[in-house]
């Protein structure tokens, strides 16, 4: 079964820390993405890779990087983290080569930043 | 501006029949998504439509009309585990990904 996984579902950070979020895929998937999700918008996209250290900015990069190091791992960075980034947080995965190819989401990280 | 519509919030009752509207104006169209979350857990696929008509899976079902910007996914004999959030996604001409607001279902016994 698919499986994307992050590694945690709730953390609390200071304003001013660097935040790591990690997220591991077992599919093999070429693509992979980070959303933050918040009340009454839809899914925004913050970072996406095609492949082993490439990354491409998404709608809402300011204040983010990502590494992607390994194909199984996409990991999103805060580099000064603010209030304005506490936020639900998705990674997903895709197969490469067709458009139509569903997203499979990791259960989120529930963000506070202090 | 691109920009993907659902209704908020929608009650209904257990055994009955819901359909919950997606209307959309993108740039380009490549298909269409419907994906179901429940409160603190991963969005899931359901299904995905790009040419129009209607696709049943079981008790839920997805239209799409693509003249007029619309679909709907149609749940039949809703039971309390179907209480989530139905979220929309629409692929531009850039095949980018557009998310709606998503919808909150709320069932009733």
């Known amino acids: 079964d698919v499986k994307v996984t992050q590694s945690s579902r709730y953390l609390v950070k200071r304003t001013g820390e660097k935040v790591f979020l990690e997220c591991v895929q077992d599919?093999?998937?070429?693509?992979m993405f980070w959303y933050r999700q918040d009340p009454g918008l839809g899914l925004r996209l913050i970072y996406f890779?095609?492949?082993?250290?490439?990354?491409e900015k998404g709608d809402i990069p300011e204040g983010y990087s990502v590494s992607r190091e390994k194909k199984e791992r996409f990991s999103l960075i805060l580099e000064s983290a603010s209030t304005n980034q506490t936020s639900m947080y998705l990674c997903?995965?895709?197969?490469?080569?067709?458009?139509?190819?569903?997203?499979?989401f990791g259960d989120g990280t529930r963000l506070s930043i202090l | 501006g691109q920009n993907i519509d659902q209704p908020t919030e929608m009650t209904a009752t257990e055994g009955a029949i819901v359909q919950i509207n997606c209307t959309y104006q993108?740039?380009?169209?490549?298909?269409l998504f419907w994906y179901q979350q429940h409160a603190g857990e991963a969005p899931t696929f359901l299904s995905y439509?790009?040419l129009d008509g209607l696709e049943e899976k079981g008790r839920f079902s997805s239209f799409l009309s693509r003249s007029k910007g619309y679909s709907y996914l149609l749940l039949k004999e809703l039971q309390m585990k179907d209480s989530a959030s139905y979220l929309c996604?629409?692929?531009?001409?850039?095949?980018?990904?557009?998310w709606g607001a998503g919808t909150k279902l709320i069932i009733k016994p």
């Open positions: 997903a995965s895709s197969l490469s080569g067709a458009y139509y190819q569903p997203q499979h």
């Open positions: 599919m093999d998937h070429e693509n």
């Open positions: 890779s095609y492949d082993v250290k490439m990354k």
């Open positions: 993108t740039s380009g169209f490549n298909g």
């Open positions: 439509n790009v």
């Open positions: 996604a629409v692929i531009d001409s850039n095949y980018q990904l557009i």
